[in-house]
């Protein structure tokens, strides 16, 4: 059984949150993980302009600091998006991520994009998956000698929810990995659902829809993203029949696999601000349950279903599959713990908050 730390966010005038962070990586144990000298990968997700959502840079500054006492080499990391938007090659992504408080001023480390300047910089990595034979890595995590995962917990409109496996796995991969994994999942338009809004085809990243009575697709300009099935407000884009959101959930949890690769890794997840959709988006609605806390483990598997359970028993619903019915989470978690990531059970262990319990 996996161990997943916990901390709520509850303070005190000797004990804030960032204090309670440090305390939490290190009883999840920072210290047995990470090395003097390593290249330590900080994967994380910077934010779409316009969305304020994501994780706060001041946190990030506390792991880098951490890290950097060991003698460890941390830097920040995102791959670019395979959809339309300000994060899409190197050059927008990382003006983005600085507009939102990520520069080496505030988190104490350099930002590399991981698949470069337009996201061709990758490594094939083989993983011999039911779905993916070799995954197409952004060349700066592949090449990093540890990972610090720290995720932003939230829903996510095509798998349900986004968490430490969506952060690695997906966010990880270049552009064209990004393509593989989503190429299962092109849409079919409902004609008599659609209402001809046009704005499907207004933010289509390759300009495959077409609308006059009702949005037609080219297939074979459509990469199968899946923006237009999010975007629909009338759910009149739907997956084709060949396709299914579990497909999706697996090749996210393969490409975990091969973006963590066997190295020294931690995760961390932050259940606060709990959007329904994913930060890719230039916005975030309301959230859809409350600021719960801080988790973290060696055990991705572990955390998502803790994050998730966290969420399920302070809600008392499935918050995720009402704001996407067609979005279920399960499958993501089951593949996971299959192909051996991790666990889905474990012991939650909530933290000491006494700052003399550590010397940090």
């Known amino acids: 059984m996996s161990i997943v730390w916990f901390t709520d966010l509850s303070v005190s005038p000797e004990m804030n949150l960032l204090q309670k962070f440090r305390v939490l990586l290190h009883e999840a144990g920072l210290e047995g993980i990470f090395k003097a000298g390593q290249l330590v990968a900080i994967k994380l997700h910077f934010g779409e302009l316009g969305n ?22 941390p830097f920040l990391t995102d791959a670019n998006t395979l959809y339309t938007g300000t994060r899409s090659n190197a050059v927008d992504h990382l003006l983005t991520a600085f ?77 064209a990995g990004k393509l593989h994994q989503h190429s299962t999942s092109k849409p079919k338009p409902n ?107 060696s055990d991705p598997v572990a955390l998502d279903q803790a994050c998730m359970d966290l969420v399920l028993s302070a809600v008392g619903h499935d918050p995720f599959l009402r704001a996407h019915p067609r979005a279920s989470w399960e499958e993501q978690l089951a593949h996971a713990e299959r192909i051996g990531l991790g666990s889905r059970s474990y012991e939650l262990r909530r933290i000491l908050t006494g700052l003399d319990r550590h010397k940090v």
């Open 52 to 73: 304020l959502a994501y994780l706060r840079p001041n946190y990030v500054r506390v792991a880098v600091d951490e890290l950097k006492k060991l003698g460890a080499k």
């Open 191 to 297: 004609k008599d659902k659609c209402t001809s809004c046009g704005m499907c085809a207004r933010f289509c990243p390759t300009g495959a829809i077409t609308v006059v009575e009702y949005a037609v697709i080219d297939y074979d300009r459509c990469q199968g993203c899946g923006q237009c099935v999010a975007l629909c407000q009338v759910g009149a884009m739907e997956p084709g029949e060949e396709a299914s959101v579990e497909i999706l959930a697996r090749k996210i949890a393969e490409y975990a696999k091969a973006a963590w690769n066997g190295r020294p890794a931690l995760f961390a997840s932050f259940v606060v601000q709990v959007s329904p959709d994913c930060d890719c988006w230039g916005m975030n609605r309301p959230p859809v349950a409350p600021d719960l806390g801080i988790l973290a483990s």
């Open 99 to 175: 507009q939102n408080g990520f520069v080496p001023e505030v988190v104490g480390g350099p930002v590399i994009i991981a698949d470069g300047l337009r996201g061709t910089d990758e490594m094939e990595i083989s993983v011999d998956g039911v779905y993916v034979k070799r995954a197409k890595i952004g060349a700066a995590v592949a090449l990093a000698d540890a990972l610090l995962v720290l995720t932003h917990f939230k829903g996510h409109e095509q798998v349900g929810f986004g968490g430490a496996l969506k952060n690695l796995g997906m966010g990880s991969a270049s552009r």
